[in-house]
């Protein structure tokens, strides 16, 4: 396999290009290129036949149509080999009655994981924690979440944040503690006085010269 | 996404795939006309290319007269 680290060291970094691989997966050998124009969002767990990753799973594939909506792909991956990652969707699909849509990176010489850094020593030495990376149409790492082996991740929570990134990029905003979609958003601080005696008087939502809020 | 099973057969992807490449796309289109993800339509391609079943020029994909046999063979298709 080859990969490109675009002159990073250690762990990826917000704001950067992901670091490009070409992998194994349940649906063939995959790049992560193969993924410009859509989101992604990129996900470890620690191996195939574990109950918490169970619920994972079953979860992402239940709010796969949801990711989809928003022009998010999803792929997975474990220190497991394919054949594994085979039969386990297969029993899942058989046990839970629903089929994983998304492909699973089999990364067995963890070549992926170390690029990502999903391997916490601390944890384990053998098997990728519970770590989420968010990458854009373009390539660029927008967003990483990491869990521990113990702790299954919160969908919902990760739906949200795509749509908060969605709406920061369409809209030129950000969003507040807790926002979900529908609810108002942050307008940047003004960055001049200036600006500032203007936003006072701009018919915002504003608490403060510096905290303003409007509907999108 | 293989495209050729251990049968040396096309897999039913990859015939949908090369069915829709008869016509001189690129693989967006191909993407709409199957109904598969661009991504997959992607790794495809790159194994149809290398395989000799597709031919590539700027970013247009069609048919080469290797997937057109393979197409042949496929069950259904005589």
Redesign the interface.
Known sequence: MEVTTHGNSGFPRLGQPAPLFEAQTT?????L???K??WLILFSHPADFTPVCTTEFVAFSEMAPEFKKRNV?LCGLSIDSTYSHIAWVRNIEKNFGIKVPFPVIADLNKDVASLYGMIMPGESKTETSRCVFVIDPNGILRAMIYYPLTTGRNMQEILRLIDALQMTDKNGVATPANWKPGEKVIIPPPATTEAAEERMKAGFETKDWYFSKKAV | MPCVDSSGELTPTAGKILTAMTTAMPLSEVSRKTGLALYQVRSAARELVEAGLVEETDGIYIVADAGHAALAKMPGKN
């Not at chain 1, 649906?27 to 790049?31: K, L």
């Open positions: 649906q063939g050998t995959i790049r290129e193969d993924f124009g859509s792909e």
